[in-house]
């Protein structure tokens, strides 16, 4: 039996259990799965810096019971995160954010290339039973306008056709009105790309509500 088959009736005959002992899945514990690159991972940040820990004690200090499993990878790729998504999908597993295609981008990948392995991650949290929150790209113009339109849209369009919670971009946070780099300065680390701890603590701020959509939906306490 496909482990997909295996993790959906694992929820089901959980959910089960709990009706017939009277507890209420509203107030389950739920744990997320953040599958995604280095913005996922912390990287050059002291652990409790990062972006998983400082999501996770947000989401408590408003009531959610939530465990977040930090399945990012410095470097990867969306073919990375469709390779290893299978065994990030353990039966406890409730829910899963998506935060990968930059590196993609930085390595001007076919955008048909990366649709298909988000496409693969997203199946694979569908055949699970997991709900999933996705988080897009807004992606500069370096490699052209046709490029930067076939990249864009592949998070919008993937999100509604697998009814996914869906957030434009992991650092709408820091990005400020104009979208201008400059502005984003102060809260980026010295290479300029990945976030200092203030830039991710705006950016939890930013996608935090709706990690507790995601929470919601889930069947999880908020």
Known sequence: ???????????????I?????????????????ALGDSLTQGYGLYQQEGFVPQLESWLKARGADVIIINAGVSGDTTAGGAARVAWTLTPEVDAMIVALGGNDVLRGVDPAVSRGNIETILQAAKAAGV??????LKVSGNYGPDYKAEFDAIYPELAAAHGTLY?????????????DPAEMRAFL?????????????RIVENLGPSVLDLIERAGGSQ
């Open 189 to 201: 680390q010295d290479d300029g790309l990945h976030p200092n701890p203030e830039g991710v603590k």
């Open 167 to 179: 957030a434009e971009s992991f650092f709408a946070g820091i990005e400020g009105e104009t979208g």
């Open 17 to 33: 259990v709990l009706s017939l002992f009277g507890f209420a899945a509203s107030a389950e514990q739920v744990t997320i799965a």
């Open 131 to 136: 709900e999933v929150l996705l988080i897009g």
């Open 1 to 15: 039996m496909a482990y997909g088959v295996v993790g959906a009736m694992h929820k089901v005959v959980s959910g």
